[in-house]
């Protein structure tokens, strides 16, 4: 979406190495839920292979938006949970910008127009 606005560190926050804090733009809000590693018939992918679910979780999520529109360029947060750490390579999430940070909270908000 070309029309976004990005607020890359609001009044006493600061600022972030490589994205805004907050993007904001015209239109609607394309929610997609939790996407599991299944193929189109319900049956798991890539039993034991974190790298070929990762793929599967991807291609899921590239097919949800569509169905109303969107892109991922549109995506404004991404949000992965794992189950196992040795995993998170596979989804490049290997824990928090540094160690130290112990926990992360996101938030999606909707403004009627």
Known sequence: ????TRVPAPDGVAPAARYP???????????V?????RDEDGELVGAGNAGAQARQVFENLRRCPAAAGATFDDVVRLTCFVTDRAHPPAVRVA???????????????????
């Not at 979406?1 to 976004?4: A, E, H, P, T």
């Not at 804090?21 to 239109?27: C, D, E, L, W």
């Not at 839920?33 to 590693?37: C, D, I, K, M, T």
């Open 1 to 4: 979406m070309s029309d976004l």
């Open 95 to 113: 824990g928090l910008v540094r160690q130290e940070f112990p926990s992360e909270t996101e938030a999606l908000a909707a403004v009627a127009a």
């Open 33 to 37: 839920s939790g996407r599991l590693v």
């Open 21 to 31: 804090h907050v993007v904001t733009g015209p239109g609607r809000l394309v929610a």
